[in-house]
């Protein structure tokens, strides 16, 4: 195989140019088919760019989500710690507070 960019000659079993580092072989992220172009699948059709964009996309919300459930803890249990210097009263609050927000 001759790379496109450095026209050195490499292996068919490498992925990257070992002169340039030029991707020689992509790999579907969704069906792990191997192919000599980017861009689309001719496998299964999956544009790749858009493929890893929505992957990333809920992987940030996931971690959005865990990171809103540790502040929720996080408060519930300063409020906890803090109940006999303010009686109570910022827990009591937030307790009544998410119960509202899960009934909606």
Not at 10 to 35: G, I, K, N
Not at 38 to 60: A, H, I, P, Q, W
Not at 69 to 97: C, E, H, V, Y
């Amino acid at each position: 195989m001759q790379c496109p960019k450095c026209k050195s000659e490499a292996s068919e079993a490498v992925r990257f140019c070992p002169r340039c580092h030029t991707t020689l072989r992509y790999e579907c992220p969704s069906c792990r088919h191997q192919q000599k172009q980017g861009g689309t699948c001719e496998n299964c059709g999956v544009d790749f760019l858009k493929y890893l964009n929505m992957m990333l996309v809920s992987s940030r919300a996931e971690a959005d989500a865990a990171h809103q459930r540790n502040a929720q803890r996080s408060t519930l249990l300063k409020d906890i710690l803090m109940s006999p210097f303010n009686m109570g009263i910022p827990l009591i609050r937030n307790l009544l507070l998410n119960k509202k927000g899960r009934a909606d």
